[in-house]
């Protein structure tokens, strides 16, 4: 998707430092020199667009609750419909097919690590597949935004 | 940055992010319609996520752009089998790198799983994030014993970060 200059900004200087301000869009017209409103436009057509998925807080891994990356060997076969069982779950946040051995690659949120052990005792009950608890045990980079 | 550390959430903080996790609404003063959503006082929002934002249990607020809509439908997570005397210096070199989204140090599962180190790298194609994923392994040398690369080849959901078993009002 091709993006316009003024889009190609928004998308790179604003990932992070939104402002925290009560009309944040009057801040950032402000600092690129164009109208409230050129702003807020244009933001509201990428988030329809698709290209923002949202704007607001990042929030940092295990800040509420816990949570847990999990991996799971599915066969082939029967992908989909482990897929569909997983996502169904609420506290599931993340799920991706992957190429690999360990071929279902899903994120895990709950309120505390007993409501996680439950989460995965009922995956592993309604797939018949044992779900590999792969936790985050240390964060090496804030995720700070990402240029495009 | 070591995950022992507490960020202490009141009601007030967990409601907030809560009702913003998918997304301030689309108007002008965002902040104060999310205040009046919940029935607080105007600034209490914006100071809230201000101290949120210093204590680092938010890690920034801005646009968060959807990759592939971009072109960055190469989504690599690296894996690396690194010598645990090394990873935790080595992962600050690798989480450092402009290519990487994310870098964690996760347990071992063996015989299955060997790899105690994950990198994610982004690129438009394959080729591009193999390429990324050579200069990586340099960095790394004979610290990483193997490594893999394990491409995404379908999303089957994707949501932020929630929080669980409360309530959303």
Known sequence: MQLTALEKKLVNQWQKGFPLARRPYAQIAESLQISEDEVFTTIKDLTDRGV?????AVVRPNTAGASSLVAMQVPDKRLDEVAQIISEEPGVNHNYQRENKLNLWFVVTASDTRQLDQTLARIKDNTGCTPIKLPLKKAFH?????SI | MNIQST?????IDQRIIAATQEGLPLVSKPYETVAKMLGLPNDLVIER???MLQSGAIRRIGVVPNHYKLGFTANGMSVWDVDNELVDEL???IGALEYVSHCYRRPRHLPLWPYNMFAMVHGRTRIEVEEKIEAIAKILGPASRQHNVLYS????KKTGVRLCGRSKD
């Open chain 2, 49 to 51: 996520l201000e101290a």
């Open chain 1, 52 to 56: 923002l998925s949202r704007i607001g």
């Open chain 1, 142 to 146: 804030i995720d700070l935004g990402f």
């Open chain 2, 91 to 93: 992962g600050d070199t």
């Open chain 2, 153 to 156: 080849t379908k999303i089957l």
């Open chain 2, 7 to 11: 960020f202490e959430l009141d009601k």
